[in-house]
């Protein structure tokens, strides 16, 4: 490699997809439990369509409205291919079809045996590949479950970091295809690490978006073969990134960065929400990019666990920066709601924080407060999810991700609590998907489609979030994008029109927001915001 001992920075259009037996990893896929439940009863089905019916699945991608459906974007020529990463992935994950299996052997024989009585009998017919990692209870009303002893399978088979790996390449556009029902099959371009994601070298990677170092070192880092070193040193350049706009003013500035993620910063502290940031493009919409991030993130904050919120593809690459990780309070063990905090850890966040409803913690200049956060969720109990109340330098932000407005008491109760808002984040997409859609591959029973159809993924509308906005009486109101950024399709397919519900509905809370004296815009690609209550307070006093 001729420039292996020239200092370069990392381009910052490289790109990096983390994968799970080469699918698109989140973190559902880390977690043993869930992760075996998506291999049976999801990747093998959806390969296994695809290898009958090829022709269904590119008939069906023709039509933009089933883009976020269950079909593979390839055309039928990649048959062969698709039927041996079918064969490998039975070969390699024989045990964690069989965890599948016994999940759902275990709850079948729960429904029908647990009467009230003592589950200790039980214990016997638990299925093998589920024995000691298993607790049987059950709640007041005698309905019997099993928890996960979450902790104890991460050092078990179930939990193999060598089905983990990277690949690398260059992003020329913002366009990419829907990455959750297609496996990514070798396209010839750039490199595919064979690496677990808690791998050092991976920093030592990243950090050269900023920092230039010699390409021989990072190649050393992570085990670069000769053959693959022409290509690797396509990733790297001599031309530093464009410098940062740093902030030491007085009060806070926030700044947008696309769909939840929001950057919040003082002269001493920041913390970056649900991190997801986008590619430099230059031909494409503008928008702040990883060059426009703190050299630290004293804080990363996730509001819940879903694929576009606790994002590793964005994370991996931050992690060298992140000092702590404030996840949602987990309640353990409950098969559709795994550990944020133990997936973190084990994807190689040594500092990860758990914060509960009406919790707080202290930083610099202020505090970070956690909110309660209802729905979005199918009405599943998930307890992995909450809302923020930010507090830096007197200034205030709630970023109430995709908090459903279901109970309006709550935000009567939440009202003196919170105080005065200067910021109000919240995203209004008020269809939602419907529960199959995610949970779909942890069901252990037929769901009826009524039922289905009535639990979706679903924000506030115009009638909810305006109620809240009365409550809690925010200054600015801000409605996130909700994944119309150009640089998003390939995690949400969402193709809005003007006639698009949501849209409609956050128009509806924008404009009547304005009519009320309140700032108030849906957010799209990036925006600025510059918050100073003390010389508000001046003003006034004057």
């Given at each position: 490699m001729s420039t292996q001992n020239n200092k370069m920075y990392l381009k910052g259009n490289a790109m990096i997809e983390p994968l799970f037996n080469q699918w698109y990893a989140w973190s559902y896929?880390?977690?043993?439990?869930?992760?075996?439940?998506y291999v049976a009863n999801l990747h093998l089905k959806l390969m296994e369509s695809f290898i009958a019916a090829p022709?269904?699945?590119?008939?069906?991608?023709?039509?933009?409205?089933?883009?976020?459906?269950?079909?593979?974007?390839?055309d039928a020529k990649r048959v062969p291919e698709i039927k041996a990463l079918r064969e490998s992935t039975i070969k390699e994950n024989k045990h964690m079809l069989a965890f599948a299996d016994a999940v759902k052997t275990l709850d079948k024989i729960l429904a029908e045996e647990a009467s009230g009585l003592s589950l200790e009998p039980l214990y016997q017919k638990v299925p093998d590949p589920l024995r000691g990692y298993v607790e049987l209870v059950y709640d007041l009303n005698n309905h019997p479950s099993m928890r996960f002893i979450e902790g104890m399978l991460y050092h078990s088979p179930y939990y193999n970091a060598a089905s983990q790996s990277l690949t690398l390449t260059l992003t020329e556009r913002d366009e990419r295809s829907f990455v959750?029902?297609?496996?990514?099959?070798?396209?010839?371009?750039?490199?595919?690490?064979?690496l677990p994601f808690n791998h050092p070298g991976l920093d030592e990677l990243f950090k050269m978006k900023d920092t230039p170092q010699p390409v021989g070192h990072v190649a050393e880092a992570l085990g670069i073969k000769d053959d693959e070193a022409e290509v690797f040193s396509t990733l790297f350049t001599a031309e530093p990134p464009a410098p940062r706009s740093e902030f030491k003013g007085v009060g806070v500035r926030v700044r947008y960065f696309g769909h939840a993620c929001v950057l919040v910063e003082s002269a001493h502290t920041s913390l970056l929400c649900d991190p997801l940031v986008s590619y430099p493009c230059t031909s494409g919409l503008p928008r702040y990019s990883f060059s426009d991030l703190p050299e630290q993130i004293d804080y990363a904050l996730i509001t819940h666990n879903h694929q576009d919120h606790c994002m590793f593809e964005t994370l991996l690459q931050l992690r060298h920066k992140i000092k702590n990780v404030?996840?949602?309070?987990?309640?353990?063990?409950?098969?559709?709601?795994?550990?944020?905090?133990?997936?973190?850890?084990?994807?190689?966040?040594?500092?990860?924080?758990?914060?509960?409803?009406?919790?707080?913690?202290?930083?610099?200049?202020?505090?970070?407060?956690?909110?309660?956060?209802?729905?979005?969720?199918?009405?599943?109990?998930?307890?992995?999810?909450?809302a923020y109340l930010i507090n830096l330098e007197g200034n205030t932000?709630?970023?109430?991700?995709?908090?459903?407005?279901?109970?309006?008491?709550?935000?009567?109760?939440?009202?003196?609590?919170?105080?005065?808002?200067?910021?109000?984040?919240?995203?209004?997409?008020?269809?939602?998907?419907?529960?199959?859609?995610?949970?779909g591959?942890?069901?252990?029973?037929?769901?009826?489609r009524k039922i289905d159809q009535s639990r979706r993924f679903d924000g506030s509308n115009y009638e909810k979030a305006v109620d809240i906005v009365g409550r809690l009486r925010p200054r600015q109101v801000y409605v996130y994008a909700m994944g119309q950024e150009p640089w998003l399709t390939y995690l949400t397919s969402i193709q809005y029109?003007?006639?698009?519900?949501?849209?409609?509905?956050?128009?509806k809370l924008v404009q009547e927001c304005t009519n009320r004296g309140i700032t108030a815009?849906?957010?799209?690609?990036?925006?600025?915001?510059?918050?100073?209550?003390?010389?508000?307070?001046?003003?006034?006093?004057?």
């Open positions: 896929l880390i977690s043993p439990s869930t992760a075996s439940m022709q269904v699945h590119v008939s069906a991608l023709k039509n933009p409205a089933n883009l976020g459906g269950p079909f593979i974007d390839y959750f029902s297609t496996p990514r099959l070798d396209t010839g371009a750039g490199l595919r690490l064979k404030v996840v949602p309070k987990n309640s353990g063990g409950c098969l559709a709601d795994p550990s944020l905090k133990l997936i973190l850890q084990h994807v190689g966040f040594p500092r990860v924080r758990e914060i509960d409803e009406m919790e707080t913690i202290e930083i610099e200049g202020g505090a970070i407060t956690g909110l309660p956060f209802l729905g979005e969720h199918a009405d599943l109990n998930i307890r992995t999810k909450i932000i709630v970023c109430a991700a995709d908090s459903n407005n279901i109970e309006p008491r709550l935000y009567a109760h939440l009202q003196e609590f919170v105080g005065e808002v200067d910021a109000f984040f919240v995203g209004m997409e008020c269809d939602g998907a419907p529960l199959s859609w995610l949970y591959p942890l069901l252990t029973r037929p769901l009826p029109t003007e006639a698009s519900h949501p849209i409609v509905e956050s128009n815009e849906r957010l799209y690609g990036h925006k600025e915001i510059l918050l100073n209550r003390e010389s508000r307070k001046s003003c006034a006093a004057a």
